[in-house]
């Protein structure tokens, strides 16, 4: 249910919230800037004063040669409690559109982080391609997790073709709520995303959706019911054969 009646307790960004660059060499100049710096110290300000937890995708420097496409926590108390790094990383040759190759300049994670709690439920961390890979969510899940993050910046082609049907997917099979926010719109010259930012409930219903082209930021609220969440894996039991495949 949207509700403007009373204060949001978890703030849910997208990937990369503090930039997109059109060029390694941009990227990288970006996140060794004070700019990228002060982008999260402010965020970690803002949380401790609203007493607000805010999750969001940012870049850091890996190496020399490599960056970290990051999703941090920041707790209402300006704290950054979780720090998970992307584990599947973004190559893909769209005919007739982008040739993106995120492996080029970013080190990919190598764990998923069990989930946490929160106000809202205990969260588990994922982002945007991680969306296509059904065992990160099913990991999480096994771990009790009520919420799952895909935070994104999705092409437009797959945005089209994918996109809700992955999300409700991952939502109908966790029997856990799917929070995706997402970049919409153009960045540069050589990128434009999807956007239509969703919040989808573990019955696999779209609960809210933004539009695609975000001419100025846009935010959109809605209630985390875990009752809901209780009531639908109580009454629909995914009682899985872990006897005759592995579990995930």
């Known amino acids: 249910m949207n509700t403007w009646l009373k204060p949001s307790q978890v703030l849910f960004l997208p990937e990369a919230s503090d930039y997109i660059a059109s060029s390694a060499e941009e990227s990288f100049a970006l996140a060794q800037s004070p700019e990228c710096g002060n982008f999260i110290s402010v965020l970690q300000q803002e949380a401790?004063?609203?007493?607000?937890?805010?999750?969001?995708?940012?870049?850091?420097?890996?190496?020399?040669h490599r960056l970290k496409n990051s999703l941090v926590w920041i707790d209402d108390k300006g704290i950054i409690a979780q720090n998970y790094q992307k584990v599947h990383l973004f190559d893909?040759?769209?005919?007739?559109?982008?040739?993106?190759?995120?492996?080029?300049?970013?080190?990919?994670?190598?764990?998923?982080?069990?989930?946490?709690?929160?106000p809202v439920g205990r969260v588990g961390l994922a982002i945007c391609f991680d969306l296509r890979f059904p065992e990160i969510s099913l990991a999480l899940r096994r771990q009790n997790a009520d919420v799952i993050t895909y935070p994104s910046a999705f092409t437009v082609p797959t945005g089209r073709a994918h996109w809700e049907s992955l999300l409700r997917a991952r939502a109908i099979e966790t029997q856990s709520y799917v929070i995706a926010a997402a970049q919409g719109g153009p960045h540069n010259d050589k990128r434009r995303s999807y956007g239509h930012s969703m919040i989808v409930n573990p019955w696999g219903e779209v609960v809210?959706?933004?539009?695609?082209?975000?001419?100025?930021?846009?935010?959109?609220?809605?209630?985390i019911d875990l009752a809901l969440v209780a009531?639908?894996?109580?009454?629909?039991?995914?009682?899985?054969?872990?006897?005759?495949?592995p579990v995930v």
Not at 93 to 114: A, C, H, M, R, W
Request: charged share 30%; hydrophobic share 35%; glycine share 6%.
């Open 92 to 118: 893909v040759e769209i005919k007739d559109g982008p040739i993106l190759q995120e492996s080029k300049n970013v080190e990919p994670g190598q764990i998923i982080l069990p989930p946490f709690d929160t």
């Open 48 to 64: 401790k004063e609203e007493s607000m937890h805010i999750n969001v995708g940012i870049h850091e420097m890996a190496s020399q």
């Open 208 to 223: 809210v959706e933004l539009g695609g082209e975000y001419t100025e930021p846009q935010i959109v609220t809605a209630d």
């Open 231 to 245: 009531k639908i894996r109580r009454e629909m039991p995914l009682l899985r054969r872990t006897d005759i495949y």
